[in-house]
């Protein structure tokens, strides 16, 4: 391994495999060995323990008071021990947010990803690539679509069979899934099977799955685009139907990283939308109905964006104390006019605020707004084809009534 040339700073993150100090170059295990304290988990520790002669610190729950640890060596020589590549979904991305670049040193090894698309020949920059460590398993839902190849990194020797019968439940139990066990070490393994035929067990729990995408009849494809099929969201009628929640979306405008309210959230079908746009964006979903709260969380998890938040009371009173929002989206059965004034005094300046009206009393109070401040009006009118006997006719919907404003 070539020597690596760095700036010596009070703490060394290290990335090590499988192979321990085997893996490593001279520079490197000579830094571990000359560590007065060391910290990392109790994997790395053993695996790397041949080579240590300074204090060791294994990681402690819940992990910020090992955080806290490390920042009290703060100008003291300190090695961390991490898996991989510390900064992709590792140990150093938590220490960066508390400990500034210009105070480590970095040396980072190939990732599990890296060593995972390496044994299956996959090219990274042409698969998704998904941490389900420690996270929701439905995350790799969106991700589901024919054809698709997808590194997923599970959180134990449970992940990969709670993986295969996500893909059995979801109509994609054809998928074959690659199970890549303890990756650059003497007891690597890799096994093969389709998610309906998995039978695996005594898997290592440091494992990684690959997963061939493939659909049967009838699998929950989510597409790419808004406005998803009403019948894809479990709901009582209170929904906004796909045309307008496309429109609606459109109007709302996702940026990187923004916040949105879904004040009547209804089924939770615009903040899931919202949500499925960028894994960045969040969403707060006030309802005040608990049967409908809970199944905005159903219909949450089932298009794979667990993180939206839940918040069960009447607006206006349940805005009080949440985030700011970068955007608001009202929905079409209200004439409340205080809720609408709340959401405005919340808003941050240049966010967008979009209100939709089915009833009369909605739609007089978001024209009396719209000539108050400003924005654009828009009215939707949509008709859908329905039998009528042996015959085809039109079916109007009720119509929309759509305000959209940016907050000056």
Same mark, same amino acid.
């Given at each position: 391994m070539a020597e690596i040339s760095f700036v010596q700073r009070w703490l060394t993150i290290i990335g090590i495999g499988e192979d321990g100090p085997a893996g490593l170059g001279d520079q490197v295990t000579r830094l571990i060995a000359s560590a007065p304290v060391i910290f990392g988990g109790e994997r790395h520790i053993e695996l790397m323990s041949p080579v240590i002669t300074g204090e060791t610190h294994q990681w402690l729950s819940p992990f910020e008071r090992s955080v806290e640890a490390v920042l009290a060596r703060r100008g003291k020589p #300190?090695?961390?021990l991490a898996s991989g590549d510390p900064f992709f979904y590792g140990v150093g991305a938590t220490l960066s947010r508390r400990i500034s670049a210009s105070e480590m040193s970095v040396i980072p090894a190939p990732s599990s990803f890296s060593l995972a698309a390496s044994r299956l020949g996959? *090219? @990274?920059q042409e698969i998704t690539v998904l941490s389900l460590h420690g996270r929701p398993i $439905? @995350? %790799?839902r969106p991700h589901l679509h024919p054809g698709r190849k997808i590194l997923a990194l599970t959180s134990d020797g449970k992940g990969p069979a709670d993986l295969a019968a996500l893909l059995q439940a979801s109509g994609f139990g054809q998928s074959e899934l690659m199970v890549l066990e303890a990756l650059g070490g003497p007891h690597e393994k890799v096994s093969r099977q389709t998610a309906d035929d998995f039978a695996l067990s005594g898997i290592n729990d440091l494992n990684i799955c690959g997963v061939e995408v493939k659909a049967g009849a009838g699998a929950r494809i989510l597409s790419l685009s808004a406005g998803l099929a009403d019948e894809l969201f479990e709901h009582d009628g209170q929904i906004t139907k796909r045309e307008i929640r496309a429109m609606t979306l459109s109007a709302l405008a996702p940026r990187h990283g923004e916040l949105l309210w879904d004040i009547g959230a209804g089924s939770g079908s615009v903040g899931i939308e919202w949500m499925l746009a960028d894994t960045s964006l969040r969403a707060i979903a006030i309802e005040a109905s608990s049967e409908r709260a809970a199944r905005i969380r159903r219909n949450a998890a089932n298009f794979g964006v667990p993180g939206l938040t839940v918040v069960e009371g009447e607006a206006p009173d349940a805005l009080a104390g @949440? *985030?700011?929002? $970068? !955007?608001i989206f009202i929905g079409g059965g209200g004439s409340d006019a205080g809720v609408l $004034? !709340? !959401? %405005?005094?919340q808003l941050r300046k240049g966010g967008r605020l979009v209100a939709n009206a089915v009833t009369t009393e909605m739609e007089a109070l978001l024209l009396a707004e719209q000539a108050r401040r400003g924005g654009s009006l828009i009215r939707v009118d949509i008709a859908r084809a329905t !039998? %009528?006997?042996?015959? #085809?006719g039109w079916r109007p919907a009720m119509p929309v009534t759509q305000w959209s404003w940016i907050k000056p």
């Open positions: #300190t090695v961390v996959w *090219p @990274l $439905d @995350l %790799i @949440l *985030p700011v929002p $970068d !955007a $004034d !709340a !959401a %405005i005094v !039998a %009528i006997g042996r015959m #085809t």
